[in-house]
């Protein structure tokens, strides 16, 4: 079946330093990825569409020079999070799916950033 | 994209079947219905999904009524490694997916 894989799995950095989290689709090519944050007990919140070769569409609230992000090839998307703080920390989920595939999206299995 | 209902937590004992209700009343024609399933630090994974009447999968069912307004996932005998959230989500296809608050599934021994 259809894989995504994120990368790394968790990281730790200082506040205010930049942290750059990859997500591939590893057999299928994805020209779409999502990218979604996730705060404990609550909901998927979606961040921002990742499109392949151009900019990024970002949902309403979300500031799209603090978290850049890359779709530079058909499986990679990158998720940039500059100048972390503390509020950052979180857990991030990527997700992308197969063309004419009727919305089903297959997630990574997530990145949890922590910022002190 | 249309807005999602369902409860908030259901538990269940193991062996039982569990049916999870989600209401969509706004649900467009070309929206289809998907069921997710998240364990604790994990993403979600796929379940099941509809348009109309019934489907049936390996781990799953789901029923879905004339009017679409509403579909319930039923799971079959659950075990103790069927505790996770569960989400009902409406869409058509683009990809984007809106989450709302799921159902947290206890089950117990």
């Known amino acids: 079946g259809a894989v995504v894989s994120q990368h790394p799995s968790w990281v730790i950095c200082k506040s205010g330093t930049s942290v750059k989290i990859e997500c591939r689709s590893l057999?299928?090519?994805?020209?779409?990825m999502f990218w979604y944050r996730q705060f404990p007990k609550q909901s998927l919140m979606l961040m921002a569409t990742s499109n392949e070769g151009s900019k990024a569409t970002y949902e309403q609230g979300v500031e799209k020079d603090k978290f850049l992000i890359n779709h530079a090839s058909l499986t990679l998307s990158t998720l940039t999070v500059t100048s972390a703080h503390p509020e950052d920390s979180s857990f991030y989920i990527c997700s992308a799916g197969l063309a004419g595939g009727r919305n089903e999206q297959f997630f990574g299995p997530g990145t949890r950033l922590t910022v002190l | 994209l249309a807005k999602t209902t369902q409860p908030i937590s259901m538990d269940s004992y193991e062996g039982q079947e569990v049916n999870i209700t989600c209401s969509h009343n706004n649900i467009a024609t070309n929206d289809y219905i998907t069921w997710y399933q998240q364990f604790p630090s994990q993403g979600p994974r796929f379940i099941i999904q509809?348009?109309?009447t019934k489907v049936t999968n390996e781990v799953a069912s789901l029923f879905i009524p004339a009017d679409r307004k509403s579909s319930t996932l039923s799971l079959p005998r659950v075990s103790l490694s069927d505790t996770a959230v569960y989400y009902c989500?409406?869409?058509?296809?683009?990809?984007?997916?809106?989450f709302g608050q799921g159902t947290t599934l206890q089950v117990k021994p």
């Open positions: 989500l409406v869409g058509a296809d683009t990809g984007k997916l809106i």
């Open positions: 057999d299928f090519q994805a020209t779409t």
């Open positions: 509809g348009y109309k």
